[in-house]
């Protein structure tokens, strides 16, 4: 059943929400086992690595936050770092 007939039906909130014989009764298409093996073949890995890749930001950010200020305020000097820079 669609989730605009729910909808005109559910009254009393601005909000409808569904109940647990309206989420009983819907229905869900699965592609065949093949084809779900072979998408899971290509996009965990992808999964994965969003999940790396998240992570790995998050270090940065964090990094980042703790050395800025005192990069900023002197605290930390790099000046004599041997570091190349492109600019």
Do not use: C, Y
């Not at 669609?2 to 569904?18: D, E």
């Not at 072979?38 to 998240?54: D, F, G, T, V, Y």
């Amino acid at each position: 059943m669609p989730i605009q007939t729910w909808n005109k039906s559910i009254v009393g909130t601005t909000v409808a929400h569904l109940g647990d014989m309206h989420i009983k009764t819907i229905q869900f298409a699965w592609p065949p086992t093949k084809i779900l093996a072979e998408a899971n073949e290509i996009l965990e890995p992808m999964s994965n690595q969003i999940i790396i890749l998240k992570r790995k930001n998050a270090n940065l950010r964090r990094t980042r936050d703790l050395l800025l200020p005192k990069l900023i305020s002197g605290a930390l000097d790099v000046s004599k770092l041997d570091i190349e820079t492109n600019g």
